[in-house]
């Protein structure tokens, strides 16, 4: 069956533009999880949701970033305003009811803040 | 949250020599999991480790979860250039609501001559 999708792939954007990043999970499953890879090191935790629900969001660097899942399937990480600092692989994963440990990543965004 | 520490950072091997990979933490861990990671890819689940003392295999690959909940470790017998890639070591969040919520380690990233 199709893995978790993303959505776009590459995005190159401006300092100061705001961009969305979509990602598409397993059919059915139930958790929904942001991470940010810098190149050389493992995904950092951003925030993550069961259904729709945003269970926890200390991940998130600051207020310039939200996420949203308002359907418990699709989501949308949103960043404001973005910052060199913030160019990065964002990575999308989702899990079924139950086994939150056995995540399923996405190809993930690469997004560069010019 | 807490850090789980690998090593070594980097190891080069001759193809059908022998690999092992260490994690350790300062607090006891409640479960450990182990992703790997290819070149250009994207993070994919291998195992989880519960039980104190537990050992687990997958084909040529050795999984360990120390007496104390305190370390783990992953053996590769006999490299194939297949098994190139990052290793992760993984700790959830341990209690509270977050269960969701996944720690990575730094990775050891391995290289395997032919």
């Known amino acids: 069956g199709a893995g978790v999708s993303q959505s776009p792939r590459y995005k190159v954007t401006k300092r100061g533009q705001d961009v969305a990043l979509r990602c598409d999970p397993i059919s059915g499953h139930v958790s929904l999880y942001w991470y940010r890879q810098a190149l050389g090191q493992g995904p950092e935790f951003l925030t993550y949701?069961?259904?729709?629900?945003?269970?926890?969001k200390s991940g998130l660097p600051n207020d310039r970033f939200s996420a949203e899942r308002p359907e418990g399937s699709i989501s949308t990480l949103t960043i404001q305003r973005t910052e060199q600092r913030d160019s990065a692989m964002y990575r999308c994963a989702s899990s079924p009811s139950g086994r939150w440990n056995e995540q399923f990543f996405g190809p993930g965004t690469r997004l560069t803040v010019l | 949250g807490q850090q789980v520490m690998q090593i070594p950072q980097y190891q080069h091997v001759q193809e059908g020599e022998d690999f092992t990979t260490y994690c350790n933490s300062s607090t006891t861990l409640s479960n450990i999991q182990w992703y790997k990671q290819r070149p250009g890819g994207h993070p994919v689940f291998l195992i989880q480790l519960v039980k104190s003392g537990e050992v687990k295999k997958q084909k040529r690959l050795t999984f360990q979860f120390g007496e104390a909940k305190k370390n783990s470790s992953l053996h590769i017998t006999a490299t194939q250039t297949t098994d190139v890639g990052t290793y992760f070591c993984?700790?959830?969040?341990?209690?509270?609501?977050?269960?969701?919520?996944?720690?990575f380690g730094q990775g050891t990233i391995l290289t395997v001559h032919p």
């Open positions: 993984v700790r959830s969040n341990a209690g509270g609501t977050s269960y969701g919520k996944l720690t």
């Open positions: 949701f069961n259904y729709e629900a945003q269970q926890d």
